[in-house]
Each structure stands twice: as structure tokens, then as C-alpha cells.
């Protein structure tokens, strides 16, 4: 089957959506960086280009409040009334995301510190510790007098929660932090006995006598105990989230608008943005894409899927993407022809009911001044101003698609915890790596036209009629009795190496690896065999494996793939075990690209798992609802589904 | 044309010149890092040497004053005395290099402290840091007893103050730094409303409110402000600049003797020493080549030119070189066969009227023992010393080139704000650099033998046929006017990419790039195209360009280089400009060296520009006075204007 | 001649050894990461697998004393019951190698701190300064205490005290070390006048006038003085030192039973294992190859070899190796089959008595749970563990080796001030280091089948019929008159390049390089010439050098191999100097390593050295006794010494 589980309009399972019709259109709005005069420009020119939302205010903390308790709203009342009178909506913002220098400056034990004991100074953004009692005081009573000045305003339809957190402080050290990590601690382990036993503190003289001596993952001499790293990450995107739970309450009681915060799925490691899901009344992620990646759209698609995962397959929002360059990467490299309306038209297609971008006006001071804007610095007369109203046009006319749900009958497991476990330090081998291991899983379907769904093991996996695993370390009892359950009823399940081998705690599975998955996998592992850096070894049935094989036993499975050479010859490097009704694959190795696609195509074969439709190379399709959205990023035109799409261009072909 | 503009001897237009006849020949001598009875001898072979000056008592402050306010002159008073009696003339230090532990122990408030938060201590040399008052005070005493005892002495003939200024320590970031910085911005703004519209605080929540709040760059969760950082470059140069001007009058109330301190061009970042050439008596300058440098030559070369523009043209004094090799680079090369000859030549030619070397008699003991010296640790029986020997006669025999003009008809464009400002952080591609920029120009030319000016766009621009901007990113309203004049009255111009795109707070001159240059340059750009990372893309007319492309629209200017692939094919990558009376050429990317070679030819063609001669590859010429410096860097001898020159050899030519 | 020139036991000339017949069998044994009930199945096993001793209670600190001075010996008194009971020999730890957290929150001043000044925190082990007053003091106090709880123990046959000294914290720049320094310094110099002159602190204004004003070479803003440098290596080594003693001296009060504590050898440059050799009752050795290093035989064999030479050619001890992976590599990589028995046996044939492994059980949890142990995750149906019983096996047949003498007559000159001062920064080139060229004088002896010995050129160099010494930069006058004697006296030499250059204070040594040996080697220096990095030259006679070449003169010598090309063709690259009754080489650059095979070649046949036996590449052959071992790291089978052994395999031959 190719259709998606559920024919309810996921926008109705939406918590709540902005009183905004049709697709959300938009940016960052910041026009305190601008003359007044310019504001009325602004407004007229955000007509032209279709805008009908902007995020307002996030940085306006230190304008908004110039000094400790004291508010100046007039010059913010007149930008609101400026959009308010040319139909723009506005996403308001608490203003909280980075506090302004007379804030550190009062409160100077704000401010973070890094693991080797460096205090970071304001001067950039962000510059606060995230368990700071301080900073969530005033960022929460700042929050709520926004919400109460302009909570009636009939321009504001929803809220936006500080911004991007974490995402140069996601973790602080300092003595404060200390102490809301043990309260965490007690929180999650009761006694000292049990931290003591889900630490392993046995190990290396760590046995903690009284909670005072627990403290941070600091510097220290060598590798420090991996399950306090484990629970460091978890409290560090807890904290985090204590913070938007305040300012998202204190807002609350003012208003029943839609809350959200911007999330940076993909790439972005320290924040738990499935926990993070449930908190928003609706989901809004910013994405921008690696300009030297060799495939950007692959990995933009791939934050889509799994934006929408964060959103348990409803509608979300694209908070922020850029026209064209960004600033922050080695090389900024800008958009060609076409890529900002594949960009855009692959995020709808894969479940955004809005495209936003980072930022209307580009700026001409400060850090982000090379950062691509609705409006460069070039002004209207402009290639990229032509794009952004032709995208403003387009996406008006595609009112229609937004609620419907995306197609998708394949599940890829996904678990930050996992990620957070797989990456610890004095593993077998650096070359195993979390988003790497997604990202050719992933790569290889989109390939093939196939659209994923991203799940946590431990939530509904009902519907998929394949699930992929390429990166599963830790898993507990309940994710792996999930996984048994849905191959013996059935399903498919394909797991690549180094996962099922921990439990929650970190702590292996002991009796052959990997211990949570041996009975659905059929195998037992003895031992890793991880590979010598750029080393690779050639399978009998042609292909190679890098960076890892295992000395493998087969246990009701049988080999698929085996090594020809390298340090195991004979044994198998994939296997098969049909299982209950259903089969389960083990990938034991990184695969060559063509292998692992071949693979894939057993199992999607076996899985009864076809494309959205069948595609040249570098041809992107998905459906959603009624639409097939066909995006080439090939220099050539194909033809799919009947319908030729020029070199660079797209389709959105109704029925298709 | 090929002759200097002026005629005048730029010798008269030096401030001063110590009192030594011919050119100034000699080294740093350290007689406390030898037994006394060793000093006879060094007397002795400098005369063999032809050494007739030496830089005295640089890092002797823990001997001078071996307690605070304790001065112990016995020793000094007598390696002056020998010295003078065999005729070699002082160049008498503050001995302020490095203050002594005692000092650091009394002080420990003087000890720099890093951007992170680390005091470094001593042990090394330089550690205080440059807003120090105790520093300050104690430098200044120690100056002024220094020059009260010598300056009536006949064999000090000029002062040294300190020692390469902020060589290890140009920034400290403690909090004594932090408000002199507080100072330095009162001075330059006025107000706070003035640093906020200069730095651009609308961003990111970064209005000031107190002076109190500003603080250094120091250690932040991500990029600091721009112009934050802008002006800690400014101000930090400053800082030392005070330093040294506290030291030249402390020493100046008891001398009226020439006084310099040494700089560090080419390479050195953190001064300004435009400014600081304004601020010594004579310009002098510490060089060493870079031994895996592909063309040493080159970069010297640079160098030498550079440093007769901050001495505005006049002769200078070449303080530091090596015979041979280093001790601080990771692979310290020696100096082959006649290396040492060619470069000492290749100052002069360039405007030195003195070499001078690093250091007398090589160390035994200490971190520089590795150091080449004039007299090598193997003793006189050494290739090495019979060098040193040789090119002190040499030298002797060329004393009538003192004061004579070098011939350049062709300016090269540098600023040290545009320097700081083009390599900030956040920019579109860190493939842009200034030395880069200004070094394959530079080399271009080299290499047909013309000689090129360094001069500021706002100093006098008149008498030059062409002018060079490889990187010009920063430029003010007046440079801009400048330029402008020096085309319509008919000069040329060649501008490099990523020029004239800030104004002097690092804002962006908006409505299309490059905003300071649009107007000359006859082009309007919309959009920056960096290259991802080893990419080039091959130009319709041949060759290629790599790093970066634009796209450009012709506003005037007609295109002379065109894209054939690459993210903009078919637009302009090099353009000419007929305006006023002159041209105006852009190169918008990073051309192969033989592109750029082409364009060069062409526009020292329409500027009537000539080489000081023709001249075979790796051979270098240069024009000083009535002479011709002919460097034969190749194996095998060559003939230039008619003289035979062996592999690896020099002929000065007298007319030529 | 190819025989050891002593033929006592060397057992006997061992201090002492523990009471346990054969060679010892057996690991770290860590009882306190199980259950109760699952230390009799280990005893169980131990017996299957033919262990014969264990080390117990490395990191129990935190259960032993889990509050200061409250000690709970029943769990331990419980394992050692179990232990005996299975006839399992202990060797008991002091228990001191990690402090618990209650001990370093008590105690922070005890806390390590970087040469930056970062204070280092619990949480890992080893978290403790070496010159810390309380850690000490505890420290002891455990260790007495262990002492006396267990010295009448039968089971217990040794103390190990405390663990791989210095692995992650060999130096601390706290205010205690300063202070510890200072004290060390005095004893070391008397006065400060004799510590200016060996600091040759007249160089950059560096002379103390006071004690208090010396430090540790903190972070400065350059290169700190070298001699303080080499000084803070020594003091480092001796800082540990005296930690071990004062726990040796609380054990030996209780018992005399042998004492051990285990090194590092080979690449662990810390710790003067020359010096802490003459205070163990036995030495013992931890070693672990890099799986990454093309011949990780090669470097097993240097650290046994070595090891050997720390015991003063007497038995030693193998306390840890890995039986397949560890966890602390880039990539971990597992052994081979056959790897872990021919790793072993190795170690035996080169003077082991004894193979231990870290660890017996695989842990479950904490920083090692990915190091290989003696029974794996996977239980004993593995390949490992049944690898681990043959070995077992193996070795009880071969108890009559234990005591025997390793046959070798080539002397390999080793010091670790050697290592510390050549190493050390601001040299001529980064790529001339210790360790590379030893390794590569070693392995072409290797591969040749020639045992060495590891001496000091300071102790009995009787008896060695060729001295190589590959790095000897720092050589007291002593070092170099006894080099000189064995050539007088008939002996062959053969040193290379940058040896002999400084004095035991690192000054230079003046009149030409290699002051130390210009005699010995009948050549004068006058400068070196290093190359550019990945540079290679040619050689007249075939063959090139890279790396560093030397502007050398003959001086007695003859030239053995001459530069093609570089920059000093002609000139010699490798001489030989008949000196006395013997022959001094002098390699004078880094040859390519066929090119030095032959030098070697020559120089073993002038001094008449054979090889154990004539080896087919990749074959290991070494004497022991009247046994000749046999190690095949081919795949392929070879045939020696009559014997046939299986690619892969090993054989103990006797007579040989």
C-alpha cells in the first residue's frame, strides 16, 4: 500500500493552528534595525510579495524594556498598527531570546559556563545558563506583559516562545546548573542507590556517598562516566524546556492563542524535540539547508519528515528557511534558479502548511548582515525579489493542500536518547555516527521515491507495513518488544549495525549482541569488528562494507550478504530471519550506497512498499493528499507521471 | 612613466636618521648571554664583519633594574665602552621588551588575559598587558633612566623603544583593558546613542544603556558584534601605540636623537602601522621569510615596499632578518647558497638604508638558540660567517644608494581597518582573505618586474599611472571620493572582489554592491556566488576563476571576462570602465594567476606603465636611484640589461 | 656473536618475584561491578582457563573507605576467600588509583589544574594533583591499611600499588605543584644564581630574584624557557615518584612480600621508567597495541624489548594487554585470530615471566565496558574465550622458560631526558622526534631478527657488540665519554641525526655539531638543513634521505652515502669513522628505511652480530634461553629453523 494510514485531516489533529487562511506566507520581521519611514515600505512591499504573517519582536528585549521593570510598547504599538492596516498578520514574540547587556550585567551569575569552567560574556546572543533562576523570572515576566499588552490586538494570531533554544547555549556548568541537575536526578532516580546503580559508579572508584558530590560533566581527566553523560543530555533538554514552559504559561494566561517555538530539527542534537512536541500547540521547525552538502535537498527533505514526525504527522510550520545564502557557514553559498521554490515546495509537499523565512529585510549591521532577506540589500530590481513574489503567488494558489496528510506507509525509527548514547566517547569506533547512519537509509529511499515517516520506537508504529532502524543503540524493553511485535504480526523491519545493544542506563545487554534484538534478528554477535579509517572490504555477492563487521552467528537467519575479505571472511555481513508472519533484516556493516539500495529493495519488495511514483535520478517526488509534488533537481527536463518539468523546476500535479 | 614622481631625495624627507655613514650594517647584541671576557672578540670580528652598528640591551631589564627602583649600569656601561672603542655605533634599547619576574610577581595585575578568560603568566617574555598602568609606569621609568645615563655617549647614535610591539600579546581582554576600551569608544563616539548606531545594537537585543555594559569581545556563546570587534582591533592598536608613545617621551626629554621602535610588516595583523609610522622618527622593520613560502622572494619583496609606504616613501631600516634560518616555524629552512646576499639586496633596492639582523652572536641557551646569528654557533670557519663577511664589504661599497629614491609609478592600495573589517567573522566566504588578495597582485607584478607603492586610499594618490585595490572591503565616503577622482582625472583602477562594500562602521552600503565603487566601476552587483571549497569555474575567454563570482549587471561597464559554467553562466566576471578621463577595471572573482596576469598586462598597458626591465622568470629587478638591482632567484645565470648574472647571484647596475 | 654475554639467571638478579609456579596467568579482576553470585562462577572459570593469579581492588577506594576513615572490608575479605579457595593467587592493590568524590569534595585543593589554569573535576579517575598534601596522606593511609588487613593472607603473593602512575594527569600547575617545584629546584641547584646560569636566564629578562618568583612553564604568551621546560619533565616524573614511594613505604611495614606498580612502556614520555625501575621489587608493564599501526607487532616487540631493558635485562611482568579490542582508539579494532596467542608469546620470548589482561570480565557498564576482557559479553561460547583457554594451556607447558635469559647483543641507547629535550618546541624541525626514530632503527633491526637490548648510555654498556643510538640529542660529558670507550675499545656505533647537540641543561654544545660526538664520529657540522614537510632527496649510492640533511664536514670520517640533490648536493648524507679499535656511523638525515636496513646491514657485519634466525619477511624470531620463538604475521606458512609454522601461527622451538 502506498496510502497513508489515517484519511482524517491531520490539521484537525493540529493541538491549534493560526487564524490565518491558506498557507502561511512570511519571515522574521525586525524593523527596529530601520528607519520608521521604512516601516510603510515595508508593509506595501509585503503585499506585493503575498506575505501574510511575520514574526515580530524576538529580539526586541532590550528596546522593549531598556531597564530593569520598565517598558517602552509605543514604538512596538506602531509596527503592529503599520501590519494591522495592510491585512499582515503577526506571530508575536515573547522577545526573551537574548537578554539585554543590562541584564547579564545586574545578574552576572546568568551567564553560562562551559564545560572547562570559561565563563561566556553578552556581546552576541543567548548569553544565558538555562537552569539561571534569573533569567527565567525575567524572560517569563517579560513574556506575559507582552501577552497582555497585545493579546486582544486582532493582528496577533499566535505566539512564538523566546527563540531557537539552546542553539549556542544548550548546556551550562556552572554550580547553579549543578544543583538543578541533582534536583533532576532525584527526580529521576529516588535515592542514591540507584543513581549509584544506573551510573555503574562501581567502575573507576565513582560510588556517590551524598548528592552534594554529584555534579556536571565537567572537564576532567579522561572520560567521564557515560551514563552521567547520558542524563546530562536528557536534563540539558529538560531544562531548556522548564524554560519554555514558563514563558509559554505566563503567556497563557492571557491569551488561547496558538503557542510554538521554533524547533532546528535536523541536524540539531541537544534538544529531545519529540518530548519538545507535545508542549506546542503547534509545531514550527527553521531549516537551512548545508550549502557544500552534495545533496541539499535530500537532507532538507529528510528535516521535513522528520519535523512533521515532531508533530505526530500533523500540519507544521516552516518558521524559518533563507531565500538565499546564510552567513554561518564556511562558505555561503546562494541559491541557484529555482532552488528557493523546490526548497519551499518540498517542505509543503511534506507537510508545512507555511513557509517562513529568516528574514524580511536584510539587515546592514551586525552578525547576520550577509544573511539573505525577502528584500536584499540590493532592493527590488532584484532576481531574489522576483523569486520571493513568484513564491508568495504560487503558494497562494495551493490554499487547497493545506490539512491533507502526507502518503507515507515506511517508518524510520527514530530516538534523540539513542542519538545522544550511540555518539558517547571510547566506543568501538568514531565512524559510527547517528545521522550519518539515518541520512544513507534515508537517502536511498528518497531515491527511490519513497516517502518515510519519522517514529519513536516506543509510539504507535501501527500502519507502516516497513519500519528501518539504521541507527538504534540504545533501546529499551518496550521499543524492542514494540519492534518484535510488529514483525511477528507481519511487518518488516530493517536494522543497521550497533543497535539493540545498551538499555536505558547504557548499560550493555549481556549473553551476544545485540541483546535486545538477537531473537527478531535471529543472530548472535561475539564480538565488533570496526574497520581501519578509509578501509573498506568486498561482500561475495559483490559491493563492499566499510567501517564495520561483526563476528557474527546466524540463529534462525540466514545470510543475505557475506564478506568476501577483511578480517571475517565467510561470515555474514546481512542477514534475513523471517519471524512470526513477518521478516527482519540486519545490515551488519556500512554498505556501499548500490548494496544498501538493493537491500532496500528486497525489503520494500517484501513489504509490498511502492514510490509515490517511479523517478529518473535527482527527481523528487511526494504525495499529499490529492497532489503529486514532482521537483527536479536535475539541469535536464523529465517527464513524471505524464507531466514533463522543466530543468530545475517543479510540478504540482493534482490527482497525479 | 617609469620614474618616481618626486626627485627630491627621500632621505631629507625622513624625520631623522642616525648619525652612521653608508648603510647601516649589523645586528641585536645580547653581551649578557655571554661571559664578559667574550666581548673583545665580538668587537673584534664585527669590525672584521663591517658591522657598524648594533641594537644594545633590548631584553636586559631583569639586569638593568634587577629590583624595583635598583639600577645596576656597571656591566652595561662597559660593553658600551668596548663597543665604542672599536667604532660600532648603538642603537640603545629601553630594555622594556620584557619585564622581569619580579615585576610580573609585584604586578600580577599587569599579566594579559585571553579573550577566554586565561591570565598568561611569565616565563616566556611580553606578558603585560597593554592597558597596564603599572606596566606603563615602570616601562617609563626605565626608558628615561635609560636614555638620562647614555644620551650623552658618542656611541649611541639613535633609540630602540621596547621590542616588536604585541608580537605575542596585541589584545588583552581583563578588565583593566575593558575600560580603557570604555575610554578609547567615550573618545571616538562621544555617546552611547552614537556606539548604537555605529554598532548597530538593534540586533540581537544588544542596545547599551551604560557605558558600564561595554565590554571586550571576550568569549561569547556565538559571533560578537562586528563593529565591537572593528574597534577592539582599532583600540587595541591604540593601546600599544600609547605605550610607545610614553616611552619616546620619556627618553625624549634627555635625547634629541633619532627614535624608532621595530615593526613587524608584512604579516603582522594588529597594528596599524600607517598610524604608527607617523609616530617614530624613522621607520624600521622586522622581516623573516617563511622557508615553505613557494617564492620567499616574493613575500620579502612585499614586505620591503610595504614598509617603505609607512615610512611614507622614505628610506627605512631593515632592524631584523636571519642569515640563515629560524627557530619558530615548524620546519626552520636554512638560507641556500646566496640567499642571504639577494635578500639583504632586495631590501636595499626597496628602500632600506640599513640590514640588520637577528642577532649578533647565535644563543647557546633559551628559546631562540636555534636562531641563525651573523656569527654561527660552529664559529668563523663557516659558510655562514664568511657570508656575513662578504656582505658587509658589499654593502661598504654601496653607500651611495642611501637616500635615493625607489621608482614606482603603480600604487597598491592597503588599509589595516580594511584588513580587520574583510576578515571579521559571518562573512559570505571565509575563502576571501586580504593577504591573499593583496599577495597575488602583488606577485603578479613582481614577476614583470614592476615595482609597486603601498599607499592609503586617503593619502596622496597623485603622481601614480595605476592604481591596485586587491581588497578594499572596508572604505570610507573619502577613500571612495578618491578613487573616483584619481579615474576621472585619468588614472587607472583595478578593484578586487568584496570591495568597497562597508562604510568605516562595517554597515553595508546598501542598493546593490559595491556601494563605495558602483559609480567607477560602472557595474551593479545583486548577489555574492562563493565557490564551495576547491571549486573553480572556467571563463568563456579561457582560464578560470575560483572562491567567488557575483551576479553582476553592466551599468556603464563593458565585460572583458565572462563565465562559461559555473552558477552564473554567461555573466560578467571582469569588467572595464571608461569614466571621466580614466578606466575602471573589476575583477569580481579570484582569477588563475595567469588570467589576472592578462588583465594586469592590459591595464598597465592603458596606464602607460613600463617594468623596471624586461626580465626572464624568477628574476627580479628593481630601481633605485641611478641603479638596477638585478636578483637572479633561478639556478641559472641570466642577462638582463645587459649584465650576465650567475644562478643564485645579484648585480647592482649602475645606470642599468 | 648472537648470545647474551651473561649467562646467570637473570631471574635471580630480580629483586624478587611472587610465589606462584610458571609463568603467571591471569587479569585485573573487578568483583565489585557483579553480583555476589556471580563471583564463584568466575573462580570457576579462572580455573577452566588456567589462571593462576589475578590483581584485586584498583579502584575500590570508594567501597573500602566509602567515608574518610570508615573502612568495610567484608565484601573484599569475602572475594579473597573465594579466590583461595579456587587456588587463585592475588596481587593485592592499594586501592588507591581513583579517589572517591566524598575524598575530592573534601579535599578540592587536591584537584589537578591545566597549564591554562582549568581546574579538572571528579567524575572520570585519576583526579588528583601529584604533589597534593591530602591526596598523599589518604593515599598511604589506604594503602597501610590494605597492608595490614591482608599481608598474612595466603592467597595474597604481591602488592600493586596504585595504578599506571601519571596515564592521565603527569603534571599539575597548581599553586601546591609550584610550590612542590620550587622545593625540587633548590635541592636540584642550591641556589638561584646556579638555576639562572642552567635556565640561561639572562635571554629574554628572565632572571629570578627571588624562589618565589619561579613557577611552573604555565601558559604564557610564548615559548617558555626551555630548560624550565625540560626541568618540569623531570620534576613531573619525580613528583609521581615520590607518591609511589610513600605508598611502597606503607605497604613494605606490613610485608615483604614483592612490590610492583605498572608502567607504561613504550609510548608513555611522562615518567622516567629508567629511574622508578630501581624502586620496584619487580617490574611490571602495561602495554596495548594500536590497532591503526601498520605493524602493531613491531611496536609490542619495542615495548617488551624495553620493558626488559627498564628491569635491567631481568624478568618481567605483562600486568595488562588486551585479548582483542580495546576502547580508547579512534577504531577500536579486535585482534585477529591468532593475534592475541602470537601477541603473547612475544612478550614471552622477549622476557616476560607473566601475561595479564585488562581485564577478566568484560564490564557492563562505565568508560571500559568496549574493552575486550578474558570472558566477553558474549559468554564462553566464543571464539575469545576459547582463545583465552588454549593460551592458558600454553603457557603451563611453558613454565621451565620463566627465569631464562632473552639472548641479545646490539645495545639500543635510550633516555627519557633524551626524549623530554628533543622534543621541546622552537627546534629546527617538528618532524625530527624521539619515538619515529627509534621505532624505525628498531623495526629494520626487527625485520632482520636481531634482538636488542634498551640501555642507558649512562649504565653498563659491556657486552654489547653494536650500540645504536637513533635520537640522543641531550648527552651528558659522561654519556659521551662512555660512547666513546666502546668504540675505542673495539665497538661498533651507529647514532642519528640532531644527537649529541646539547648539554644535560639543554644548552648547546658550541665549535660545531654534534659538540658531544664531533670526536667519536670524525665529523664537523656547521648548520642543519631541514627539509619542507613531505620533501625528499636523492642519495648518490640509491636510496634518498628526508626529512633533514646537515651541512657536514669530514673530519676523519669517510662518506658512506652523498647527497644527489637538496639543497647540499655533494656534500655527505651518511658517514663512517674507524676511531680506535672501532667504527662510529653517523646518519646524518631520516633514511628511507631500505637505505638504512644496509647501513645497518654493514654495521652489523663489522660488528659481527647474526640475527636469532634468518627470517622471511614478516617473521618474528627471538632467543630465550635454549628456546627460539617462532611468530608467523604472515598468512602464508614458513619454514624455520626447520620448523613449519602455520600463516598466522607460532612456534616454541626447542634448541632452535
Known amino acids: 500500500m502506498t496510502d497513508q494510514p489515517s484519511t482524517t485531516d491531520p490539521r484537525q489533529s493540529a493541538r491549534s493552528w493560526p487564524d490565518v487562511p491558506g498557507l502561511l506566507y512570511g519571515g522574521d520581521y525586525n524593523p527596529e534595525q530601520w528607519p520608521e519611514e ?57 522577545a526573551t531570546a537574548s537578554p539585554p547587556p543590562w541584564f547579564s550585567r545586574a545578574h552576572p551569575e546568568s551567564l553560562p559556563v562551559t564545560e572547562d569552567g570559561t565563563r561566556l560574556w553578552w556581546g552576541s546572543r543567548q548569553a544565558y545558563c538555562p537552569s539561571s ?18 493579546a486582544a490586538h486582532p493582528a496577533v494570531r499566535m505566539w512564538h516562545i523566546n527563540n531557537e533554544y539552546g542553539c549556542h547555549v544548550a548546556h551550562c556548568y556552572c554550580d547553579a546548573s549543578a544543583a538543578a541537575f541533582r534536583t533532576w536526578l532525584q527526580a529521576r532516580y529516588g535515592d542514591l542507590d540507584a543513581l549509584n546503580t544506573a551510573w555503574g559508579t562501581a567502575f573507576w572508584s565513582q560510588r556517590y556517598g ?23 543530555w536528557r536534563f540539558s533538554s529538560d531544562a531548556l524546556l522548564e524554560l519554555y514552559r514558563a514563558e509559554r504559561d505566563a503567556v497563557r494566561a492571557h491569551s488561547d492563542l496558538p503557542i510554538t517555538t521554533n524547533f532546528m530539527a535536523s541536524r540539531f542534537k541537544p534538544l529531545d524535540y519529540l518530548a519538545w512536541g507535545r508542549e506546542v500547540d503547534l509545531v514550527s521547525n527553521d531549516h537551512y539547508v548545508i550549502g557544500e552538502d552534495p545533496a541539499p535537498e ?40 529555482g532552488q528557493l521554490r523546490r526548497h519551499a515546495l518540498s517542505h509543503v509537499a511534506r507537510g508545512a502548511d507555511g513557509i517562513m523565512f529568516f528574514q524580511w529585510r536584510a539587515s546592514r549591521a551586525g552578525a547576520e548582515k550577509y544573511h539573505s532577506g525577502m528584500l536584499p540589500h540590493g532592493g527590488t530590481d532584484t532576481k531574489l525579489w522576483r523569486e520571493v513574489v513568484a513564491l508568495g503567488a504560487e503558494l497562494a ?12 506507509s ?17 566506543h568501538p569506533s568514531q565512524d559510527v555516527t547517528y545521522l550519518a547512519a539515518v541520512r544513507q537509509v534515508y537517502e536511498a529511499l528518497w531515491r527511490k521515491g519513497v516517502t518515510v515517516d519519522f517514529v519513536h520506537p516506543e509510539e504507535d508504529l501501527g500502519g507502516y507495513d516497513l519500519l528501518l532502524a539504521p541507527s538504534l543503540y540504545l533501546l529499551t524493553d518496550a521499543g524492542a518488544q514494540a519492534l518484535d511485535a510488529h514483525v511477528r504480526t507481519g511487518g518488516c523491519l530493517v536494522v543497521g549495525p550497533f543497535s539493540g545493544i545498551v538499555d536505558e542506563n547504557d548499560h550493555i545487554r549481556l549473553g551476544g549482541y ?15 569488528f570496526p574497520f581501519a579509517a578509509g578501509v573498506q572490504h568486498a561482500l561475495s555477492e559483490g559491493g563492499s562494507g566499510r567501517t564495520w563487521s561483526e563476528l557474527l552467528h546466524l540463529d534462525g537467519a540466514q545470510a543475505v550478504r557475506t564478506w568476501a575479505d577483511g578480517p571475517l571472511p565467510g561470515t555474514p555481513a546481512v542477514t534475513r ?30 513489504a509490498g512498499v511502492a514510490p509515490a511514483a517511479p523517478v529518473p535520478a535527482g527527481v523528487e517526488v511526494v504525495r499529499r493528499g490529492d497532489r503529486l509534488f514532482v521537483l527536479n533537481h536535475t539541469g535536464e527536463p523529465v517527464t513524471v507521471a505524464g507531466t514533463t518539468v522543466d530543468g530545475g523546476g517543479a510540478a504540482v500535479v493534482q490527482g497525479g
Do not use: C
Open 298 to 337: 535530500v537532507e532538507l527533505a529528510l528535516s521535513a519528515d522528520l519535523t512533521r514526525g515532531l508533530a505526530r504527522q500533523a500540519p507544521w510550520l516552516l518558521m524559518e528557511n533563507s531565500t538565499s545564502a546564510v552567513n554561518w557557514q564556511p562558505r555561503n553559498l546562494a541559491k541557484t534558479p
Open 514 to 528: 545485540p541483546g535486545a534484538l538477537r531473537e527478531v534478528l535471529g543472530v548472535r554477535v561475539e564480538e565488533f
Open 133 to 150: 533562576t534569573s533569567y527565567r523570572e525575567a524572560a517569563s515576566r517579560l513574556a506575559g506583559a507582552v501577552a497582555e499588552r497585545y
Open 577 to 606: 530471519h523471517r519471524h512470526g508472519d513477518g521478516t527482519a533484516w540486519y545490515v551488519a556493516t556500512t554498505l556501499d550506497d548500490a548494496s544498501l539500495g538493493g537491500v532496500l529493495d528486497d525489503a520494500l519488495h517484501e
Open 410 to 426: 515506511v517508518g524510520l525509527l527514530w530516538d534523540y536518547e539513542s542519538w545522544w548514547a550511540v555518539e558517547l566517547d571510547s
Open 397 to 408: 494558489g495551493l490554499a487547497e493542500v493545506t490539512g491533507t496528510p502526507v502518503a507515507a
Open 38 to 94: 521604512v516601516w510603510a515600505e515595508d508593509a506595501r512591499l509585503m503585499q506585493e510579495a503575498g506575505v501574510n504573517v511575520v514574526s515580530l519582536a524576538i529580539f526586541s528585549w532590550a528596546l522593549l524594556e531598556p531597564r530593569e521593570g520598565t517598558y517602552e510598547w509605543g514604538w512596538l504599538d506602531r509596527v503592529v498598527e503599520v501590519l494591522h492596516g495592510a491585512g499582515i498578520a503577526i506571530d508575536m514574540a515573547t
Open 210 to 232: 551524598d548528592w552534594e558530590e554529584v555534579i556536571p560533566p565537567r572537564a576532567s581527566p579522561t572520560w567521564r562516566n557515560p551514563t552521567q553523560q547520558l542524563d546530562w
